[in-house]
């Protein structure tokens, strides 16, 4: 009683809303692990026939959703087994941004969307689920100690040129340079703290952002300016990581907190992105930087 509850605190106010919501999340979470299991699968050129596959399969799935939606949850189960395979493929080597993907996919082979009670379930539980890894994003940075005194800004302006680009407007030239000139996977390499006060202050402000926003997520008054906020300093991030399709992922888990369903019209954007990342991705585009 107490966990339901707590998953309801995240309840949409209008739950008119989320037959659409909950489809719109379902098409692209399906488009979105087959982007991501393609790109995987063209990462190793020995395998990759053996790696297709997997993304082949989930396209079916993708296109079966779309096309017979009666048969949504069906070929959601059939993505949750493709993806068991690609876990015990990668493993150990599996991505920690897989495994937000693999609970979303669970979440909705196992909730049945047709039913309001599984539909309020399943979306609220997806709402946790970003809520709990933006917070404890944020207590990781403070146990790890690497944004205190800004190393980790520091390691990444040293180790990415876009980070350099970004924080150029906050850390003098110099500090810059030396941070570039730095062979960051070198034994004892560093030191890589950063002086600049105000780098400093935006090393320190992520990881109190990350802490603090999930609790105006859930309160129901700040929930769409939090939304925008959070949105915001995501794609700040993003500018630098490069992690596009994470980025992706991460905005239609804040959508989701959104008073209308927006995320459902917005699929064919988001699959006209991956389309032009793949295409990068196999040189048919020129190359964009992206993990």
């Known amino acids: ?43 190793d050129p020995d ?10 399969g989930l396209a079916i799935c993708f296109l079966a959703a779309v ?34 993907e693999y609970c ?3 979440l909705l082979a196992f909730c049945d969307l047709a039913d309001a009670g599984e539909r309020a379930l399943a979306l609220n539980a997806a709402r946790w689920l970003m ?14 100690g690497t944004y205190v005194h800004a190393a980790f800004l520091g390691f990444s302006i040293g180790s990415k040129p876009s980070f350099a680009s970004l924080f150029s407007w906050l850390v003098p030239a110099d500090e810059i340079a030396r941070l570039r000139g730095i062979q960051p996977i070198a ?25 603090v926003a999930p609790v105006f997520l859930v309160w129901r008054r700040t929930r769409t300016l939090a939304v925008l906020a959070t949105m915001a300093f995501v794609a700040t991030i993003e500018i630098g990581a490069r992690e596009l399709m994470f980025g992706a992922l991460f905005a239609n888990l804040l959508m989701l907190f959104l008073p209308r369903a927006i995320n459902r019209p917005l699929v064919p954007a988001f699959a006209a992105l991956y389309a032009v990342l793949i295409a990068s991705r196999l040189g048919v585009l020129p190359k964009v930087q992206f993990n």
């Not at 090393?203 to 802490?211: D, L, M, P, T």
């Open 1 to 43: 009683m107490r966990a339901a509850q707590v998953l309801a605190l995240t309840d949409d106010v209008d739950r008119a809303i989320q037959p659409a919501l909950a489809r719109g999340f379902q098409l692209f979470i399906l488009l979105h692990v087959t982007a991501r299991t393609l790109i995987w699968a063209l990462k």
């Open 47 to 56: 395998e990759v026939l053996l790696r297709m596959t997997l993304p082949v």
């Open 67 to 100: 096309l017979r939606p009666h048969l949504a949850r069906t070929a959601t189960v059939g993505a949750l087994l493709l993806l068991t395979t690609k876990l015990v493929a990668s493993f150990p080597a599996t991505s920690n941004h897989f495994f937000i």
């Open 104 to 106: 979303c996919v669970a």
């Open 131 to 144: 809520l709990i890894v933006f917070f404890w994003s944020g207590v990781q940075k403070v146990l790890y």
């Open 187 to 211: 034994v004892g390499a560093g030191p890589f703290a950063i002086q600049s006060p105000l780098a400093v202050l935006a090393a320190n402000a992520a990881y109190a952002f990350e802490i």
